[in-house]
């Protein structure tokens, strides 16, 4: 790169990949959606995210803080079209990768599916490991049409690798789902109306976390109002402001990976992108 130029395929403020520090972040682009159910467009997430990345200052005025800390962008992962197994195993020898050089992975999807290869990595280096999941649908069916790999089966599997799960801004679940919640002992729900009502709550207990943290963004969590453009759009979801919280509450804690998953347009300047992006540089501003 030259000193007046930058490389808009890159997220903002990232750093060259010549010299990689230890403990930083890493991003990775994972342009896939092929289980997608109703609207499709999340292969096209990265790039539009990306783009709307430099919409913002390096001056992080919510947080009164700069963004200082050290990440890389290293492009998206070669996907299997079609195959949501095999585009798995990709993202989990990714993050694999990128763990084995002491770099934290920040997702962008793509479908969520992505998230089941980067738990699965994460969890094999921390014995206790608590999955933070915003999403306004819990994702925690056996099988959705018969697959088990699928943007709807996600944090089924998450849960069966042995992790604790925090869902938080759920608005829509089947009965089995609610089921399957309550035969457990290790899934903590915060629906949306908790959280709009009691955010207190859901602070205290995110700051009493004594685990290591893997946070999950689907962008529908938001809602729709601000981020229409995801694959499962969903009424009566959360603020940023309340995001905001929820992440500024995580800087206090040991947060060693993120995704931030679903948005679903082909459109430069789409506001679901800018959403996403800003939520990622929120993350870096904060999380270090
Ligand atoms: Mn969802």
Redesign the pocket.
């Known amino acids: 790169m030259l000193l007046n130029t930058y490389e808009p395929w890159k997220f903002a403020f990232s750093a060259e990949t010549d010299n990689l520090e230890k403990n930083s972040f890493g991003i990775i682009g994972v342009p896939f959606d092929s289980t997608t159910s109703y609207h499709s467009g999340a292969r096209l997430g990265p790039i539009v995210v990306r783009e709307a990345s430099f919409g913002f200052e390096k001056y992080n005025t919510v947080f009164n803080k700069d963004l200082t800390s050290v990440f890389y962008d290293f492009g998206d992962v070669n996907i299997v079209p079609g195959n949501c197994e095999a585009t798995c195993e990709i993202v989990e020898s990714t993050v694999n990768e990128l763990l084995n050089l002491s770099i934290k992975p920040i997702i962008i999807g793509g479908e969520?599916s992505a998230s089941i290869g980067a738990i699965k990595a994460i969890r094999e280096r921390y014995p206790k490991l608590t999955v933070i999941h915003l999403?306004?649908?819990r994702?925690l069916a056996f099988e959705f049409v018969g697959e088990k790999y699928s943007h709807a089966t996600v944090m089924r599997r998450a849960h069966e690798t042995g992790v604790d799960l925090v869902q938080i801004g759920i608005r829509s679940a089947s009965a089995d789902e609610e089921e399957y919640v309550n035969s457990t002992y290790n899934i903590k729900t915060f629906k949306n109306k908790a959280v709009h009502k009691h955010m207190d709550e859901l602070e205290y207990f995110l700051i009493n976390i004594n685990t290591p943290i893997y946070l999950s963004i689907?962008m529908?969590v938001v809602d729709p109002a601000f981020a229409p453009h995801v694959?499962?759009p969903t009424p009566g979801g959360l603020f940023m402001s309340e995001i905001e919280t929820i992440i500024e509450a995580l800087s206090h804690k040991n947060v060693v990976g993120l995704d931030v998953v679903?948005t679903a347009s082909d459109r430069l300047g789409d506001n679901t992108a800018v959403v996403a992006a800003k939520i990622i540089y929120d993350f870096l501003t904060l999380i270090e």
Request: aromatic share 0%.
């Open positions: 969520h999403d306004a649908h994702d689907d529908d694959g499962n679903e």
